[in-house]
């Protein structure tokens, strides 16, 4: 079992940054490929930055040079930069650990996913 906790969510105004964590615990002995997702209200979940088997980033077209996925593993703690927001970008982040590693390209597809986090909440104001 793996539990995933976030945190660094918050409120800022158009063009501001935020940094995300999540940060690990568990088994976390074994290989995961992590990512981050969001949900917005009365939108489907969206797969944004996640890493691949091979340890290199797959990003999603809406967050593509703005967002920056990374990874700290003597910390067991993963990363979201998230710089130039918009009020698009609103909605509750999540970070998730898939256990195959088989997610390669986009679109992400949260289903693949074994372990999720509660989430943390990001609100871009105009």
């Known amino acids: 079992q793996v539990r995933l906790v976030e945190s660094g969510g918050g409120s800022v105004q158009t063009g501001g940054s935020l940094k995300l964590s999540c940060e690990a615990s568990g088994n976390t002995y074994r290989k995961f490929c992590m990512g981050w997702f969001r949900h917005a209200p009365g939108k489907k979940r969206e797969g944004l930055a996640v890493e691949r088997r091979d340890g290199s980033p797959l990003y999603a077209d809406s967050v593509k040079g703005r967002f920056t996925i990374s990874k700290d593993n003597a910390k067991n703690t993963l990363y979201l930069q998230m710089n130039s927001l918009k009020p698009e970008d609103t909605a509750m982040y999540y970070c998730?650990?898939?256990?195959?590693?088989?997610?390669?390209?986009?679109?992400?597809?949260?289903?693949?996913?074994?372990?999720w986090g509660q989430g943390t909440q990001v609100t871009v104001s105009s």
């Open positions: 998730a650990a898939e256990i195959r590693c088989v997610v390669s390209a986009t679109p992400i597809s949260e289903y693949d996913y074994n372990y």
